[in-house]
């Protein structure tokens, strides 16, 4: 969609588009360095909970077969019991954080941080479409 450019009959006007375009591209401009470090920092935390889950479901299968081989009586046996209940509450925790910060949230922030690149891109079109037009307009 072409932009309404001929609308901009004069200087001023164009200064007038210039200004506003400019205030916008520098609020997108902070705000997509915050989504860009937001998105680095997502897709780090969704793989190291993924990785940590996968270690833990280990850890759970490790401990609980060595429970069932463990005689009833055996002393290591309540620590083993502690670590696993340990090994099970925190992969249960971190079930429950992936929801805001796991592969979902880690998309949704590179969704953000496109959308804004978008935006950023079109605005610096923007202004090299009235610069051009103010240019070409008699002083």
Excluded at 47 to 71: F, H, K, N, S, Y
Excluded at 80 to 109: I, M, N, S, Y
Aim: hydrophobic share 45%; aromatic share 2%; with cysteine.
């Amino acid at each position: 969609m072409a932009l309404p450019i001929e609308l901009l009959t004069t200087r001023a006007l164009c200064d007038e588009v210039l200004a506003e375009l400019q205030i916008e591209l520098d609020d997108l401009t902070l705000r997509k360095a915050n989504y860009d470090r937001r998105d680095d920092k997502a897709t780090a935390r969704a793989t190291d909970i993924g990785e940590e889950l996968a270690t833990l479901d280990r850890d759970v299968a490790d401990l609980t077969a060595q429970l069932a081989a463990m005689p009833a009586d055996s002393k290591y046996r309540p620590r083993r019991e502690a670590e696993l209940r340990t090994a099970v509450k925190r992969r249960g925790d971190l079930a429950a954080a992936q929801v805001t910060r796991g592969p979902v949230a880690a998309f949704g922030a590179a969704v953000d941080l496109r959308q804004v690149s978008a935006q950023v891109a079109e605005l610096t079109t923007a202004k090299a479409e009235v610069t051009a037009r103010r240019a070409a307009l008699p002083a």
